[in-house]
């Protein structure tokens, strides 16, 4: 008896997330991924690197030991103090980037290993570092999150803890959000409630889905 034939295996759908400061992008790269997929965070990536022993210790050097608290680094002030400063905040770049870098390329290859249908890129700096990762070029889609900046405003505020004006401050050192929506596949709006979000996912899933 002839077995069946088997199903093809799920092709991996990469998607990578753009949008300003506060505008939800990890809410949508969630949203996006589903259960049955992976989200791979830089920040989140960037700050385990931060906190590995080599780069506390220069850390502590560079910046001053108030920065490091046993095993946990002080990202608020960190913060405060490279984007002030183009010339420290290159300094720490240049040692924390590598390492992130590869750590999402490692993640991209690994779940196309396994076979993981949906993997979302949540990385901040996705356009502004192409030409070091060239992570781009490995998304099926690139998906700008739409978020009035008033709320972005209020969130980075509320949630953060930033004064008045210093989210643009720091996207003023980011390509400009016009530029990042000119280079998406899809616009998300993200300024109603979440059921509304849910909707316009499940769009973007079936479309690229069905293509």
Do not use: Y
């Amino acid at each position: 008896m002839t077995a069946a034939p088997q199903p093809a295996p799920r092709r991996t759908r990469v998607l990578g997330i753009l949008g300003g400061i506060a505008s939800g992008k990890s809410e949508v790269a969630r949203l996006l991924a589903g259960p049955e997929g992976v989200v791979l965070d830089a920040d989140r990536i960037a700050h385990e690197v931060l906190e590995s022993p080599p780069l506390r210790a220069w850390l502590a050097e560079r910046f001053g030991p108030e920065l490091v608290t046993g095993e946990r680094v002080d990202r608020a002030a960190l913060g405060a103090k490279v984007f002030s400063d183009p010339a420290a905040r290159a300094e720490l770049e240049a040692r924390v980037h590598p390492a992130v870098r590869a750590a999402l390329r490692d993640g991209v290859e690994r779940a196309r290993a396994r076979g993981v249908p949906w993997v979302v890129l949540d990385v901040p700096l996705l356009l502004e570092n192409e030409g070091a990762h060239h992570l781009p070029g490995e998304c099926d889609a690139l998906v700008f999150v739409d978020t009035d900046a008033k709320v972005r405003e209020e969130r980075a505020r509320a949630r953060r803890g930033w004064a008045p004006f210093e989210l643009a401050r720091r996207e003023a050192l980011q390509l400009p959000l016009e530029a990042k929506r000119a280079r998406a596949d899809f616009v998300l709006a993200n300024d109603g409630d979440l059921s509304e979000l849910r909707a316009a996912v499940d769009r973007v899933r079936a479309t690229l889905d069905a293509s």
